[in-house]
């Protein structure tokens, strides 16, 4: 008789994992993100400082944040999966309105959660660092869909547009509206300014 031991193991990681996170969360909203310890956190989780680094490397900054995984494969998903005649940009778009600051109708806690990330700047950075770290495969995703090079510069820029978006405008005002003017600069181009022509060198 065969156990699941491999399959038990990921249970229980990402289980301590998800505790960390929410204990990390909890207590930078309580008491502020440069006040808290590494050691508070895996004291709240009741694990050792060397248990929580096992479970997350790159240390304080990261703990509040998942491995980055589902970022990918929904990002993947958005491009390959997007429906008929519809446009990569046009499934980016959508795909970026409903993260972070872009969401519509965000309940309390996304916006606390949110607002935390962006007004505190390691955890904005490593948020910026998660988002990078789809900048490949995300620029091959994109020529494949275009039927060019998986190298293909264009495909390049717009993986690392895109993805810059949330550092960029996180912080507007009005982040829904900058999100769009964005996408619309990417989608269509620099608009024609009054009395210029077109082409015009």
């Known amino acids: 008789m065969?156990?699941?031991?491999?399959?038990?193991?990921?249970?229980?990681?990402?289980?301590?994992?998800?505790?960390?996170?929410?204990a990390a969360e909890r207590l930078f909203l309580a008491r502020g993100y440069d006040t808290v310890t590494v050691k508070d956190i895996a004291d709240e989780v009741d694990i050792s400082v060397p248990t929580l680094f096992k479970h997350v490397p790159d240390g304080k900054p990261a703990v509040m944040f998942d491995d980055g995984v589902e970022r990918l494969e929904s990002l993947l998903a958005a491009v390959h999966g997007r429906p008929p005649r519809t446009s990569v940009l046009t499934a980016l778009r959508k795909f970026m309105a409903g993260r972070g600051p872009f969401e519509r109708d965000p309940s309390r806690a996304f916006v606390r959660r949110?607002?935390?990330?962006?007004?505190?700047?390691?955890?904005?950075?490593?948020?910026?660092?998660?988002?990078?770290?789809?900048?490949?495969p995300l620029a091959e995703a994109i020529a494949t869909e275009l039927g060019r090079p998986c190298d293909d510069v264009t495909a390049r820029a717009v993986s690392r547009y895109v993805l810059e978006i949330p550092q960029f405008i996180g912080d507007e005002p009005q982040p829904r509206k900058a999100l769009d003017a964005v996408f619309d600069l990417l989608e269509h181009g620099l608009p024609v300014a009054a009395g210029e022509k077109a082409g015009a060198s």
């Open 114 to 136: 949110t607002e935390l990330i962006m007004t505190t700047p390691a955890l904005r950075e490593y948020s910026r660092t998660l988002w990078i770290r789809c900048e490949k």
């Open 2 to 22: 065969t156990t699941d031991v491999p399959g038990r193991r990921a249970r229980k990681n990402a289980q301590t994992r998800r505790a960390l996170a929410e």
